[in-house]
């Protein structure tokens, strides 16, 4: 409406194509208006966490609405098969290199040294989040000196800070069976309530001074979801089955013995009547025990000289060999469940694996992917819920720029690729440097050496003596004049050259005398 108060005002007063312009002005600015968004959060997760009044979770929390309890979990843990797939996990994703990533080289140095502290225990305590659910942990801040030396490009230490910073002494990890979770009426997650053994005391933490992590969290469901409920039916039936095993093992160590006699009775060493089949049993019996069996002397009356008495051990029908097989299929579900391929490593036929695309590589990759995405929610963890703090905590917001955590790439064949390229350019690039020849381009030392985790102040020592190198000097002939000129090198040059290569590789020195040769031609 002010628009047009405007244009009718100044209609008569200005040109016609001016009013034209100023018209058309209008028009786009009103057309381009950009629209705001609705900021009302109207909606909620509507998961498990919420079939309770609200109230109630605001104030007291949630149990975990898993219907199987935590000690069950902690018991399954201990089946051999399941524990090592849980530590292929997480000590893989721990013994990962990691680096941050910051524009500023002091503050990168700085959060470095304050996340070294408490990387390792942390990665441990969230990884277990895969075994139960979800992982929480308090934040135990110290107000402490943190001094950072690093080594220049001279060699010398210099002190880049030195100075007192809010730093976390460690993260306490709860126990969570112990813990209730708070949520607002529309599931965001408040805080935790924590109870004693008895559930009597109860502390209240909220968001701001935890971490937590929530394994593939469904709808609001911050308890998140354990990969041990995947294998839950097939952990308890191979229980059943073990049981039945040893019964069966229980019964079938000590073979049945069959005792074969006449019909008839004879007289026992009291001088008393004994039926045959009864004094058979006590045989039976006795080699049950290892005793020693005897047996009477009797033949048949027909005259075939058949032995009347005979003692031996019933065959086994070798039912053992069904049990372990199917508790060795049990035991690939378990792996399977927990995303570890059974066959990880192993080709079909059970040969070693190869990078030549058969199913053994298959296999890992499968695992390699789901390692890197465990190892993609430990990083944001820390990118939103640790370095944030740390920053916000010690610096002003003018000097505060992006730092954030990255955690290398489960890639071996990367790895392979990053050596062999190191390696080239050590060798082509000595030799250029050699011949006064400076590379412009290069890939970059450093991301390589972080990658490979290779200390940095060795490539410094290997090209520091190539940095002022002067060119041997050049003798020219004057016989040559007009003609080609053979550079000539002072005899002291040339012995240095020679000792120089008694302790180069015959292999090098060849390629290199081969290259002056063709030179020369």
């Not at 047009?4 to 194509?17: A, G, I, R, Y």
């Not at 306490?172 to 005391?201: A, C, H």
């Not at 209240?204 to 041990?228: C, D, P, Q, T």
């Not at 090209?463 to 003609?483: H, L």
Request: net charge positive; charged share 30%.
């Amino acid at each position: 409406i002010e628009a047009k108060n405007m244009l009718s005002f100044v209609k008569d007063k200005l040109p016609k194509n001016d009013y034209k312009n100023l018209e058309n002005l209008f028009v786009d600015v009103s057309t381009n208006k950009k629209e705001k968004p609705v900021l009302t959060e109207k909606s909620s997760y509507g998961g498990k966490l919420q079939d309770i009044t609200f109230s109630i979770i605001d104030s007291l929390g949630v149990y975990n609405p898993d219907c199987i309890p935590i000690a069950i979990y902690e018991r399954m843990s201990k089946d051999q098969t399941i524990a090592l797939g849980l530590s292929v996990i997480k000590y893989t994703i721990a013994g990962m290199n990691y680096m941050i990533d910051c524009e500023d080289e002091v503050l990168r140095s700085i959060i470095s040294k304050l996340i070294s502290k408490i990387y390792r225990p942390t990665v441990l305590s969230l990884t277990d989040a895969v075994r139960l659910g979800f992982a929480v942990g308090e934040k135990v801040w110290i107000y402490d000196k943190c001094k950072i030396v690093e080594i220049d490009e001279d060699g010398e230490k210099e002190v880049i800070f030195d100075d007192y910073l809010w730093q976390l002494e460690k993260i306490k990890f709860m126990y969570p069976g112990s813990v209730r979770i708070r949520i607002d009426d529309k599931g965001n997650f408040l805080g935790i309530t924590q109870e004693d053994r008895n559930g009597f005391n109860s502390v209240k933490i909220n968001s701001k001074k935890l971490v937590l992590y929530s394994h593939n969290m469904e709808y609001g469901n911050w308890f998140g979801n354990a990969r041990l409920s995947n294998i839950y039916p097939v952990w308890y039936w191979s229980l059943v089955l073990t049981h039945f095993m040893l019964k069966y093992y229980e019964r079938k160590g000590q073979p049945l013995t069959l005792v074969k006699a006449p019909p008839g009775t004879r007289t026992d060493n009291n001088n008393a009547k004994v039926d045959n089949l009864t004094h058979a049993l006590k045989i039976g019996q006795a080699a049950s025990s290892n005793s020693v069996v005897g047996l009477p002397m009797e033949f048949a009356k027909d005259g075939s000289g058949k032995e009347l008495w005979s003692f031996e051990y019933i065959k086994d029908d070798q039912r053992g060999e069904m049990f372990i097989q199917v508790l060795d299929f049990m035991d690939s579900r378990k792996l399977r469940g927990l995303f570890i391929p059974d066959k990880m490593g192993l080709a079909s036929d059970g040969s070693p694996h190869s990078a030549s695309g058969s199913s053994a590589g298959d296999s890992l990759d499968v695992f390699i992917m789901t390692e890197q995405a465990l190892a993609n929610d430990i990083e944001y963890v820390f990118n939103t819920q640790v370095i944030p703090d740390l920053m916000k905590y010690n610096f002003n917001d003018d000097k505060i720029v992006e730092a954030s955590l990255k955690i290398e790439k489960l890639d071996y064949n990367k790895k392979l690729l990053m050596k062999d390229v190191l390696l080239r350019m050590i060798m082509l690039s000595a030799g250029s440097i050699r011949k006064g020849n400076i590379p412009r381009t290069l890939p970059s030392l450093k991301k390589i050496a972080e990658i490979l985790d290779l200390p940095m102040d060795k490539f410094d020592d290997i090209f520091k003596e190539f940095k002022n190198m002067v060119p041997p000097p050049i003798k020219i002939n004057p016989d040559n004049i007009g003609g080609k000129v053979s550079p000539t090198i002072d005899k002291k040059i040339k012995e240095d050259n020679n000792n120089a290569n008694r302790g180069t590789a015959r292999k090098e020195r060849t390629t290199r005398e081969r290259s002056v040769r063709e030179k020369k031609r």
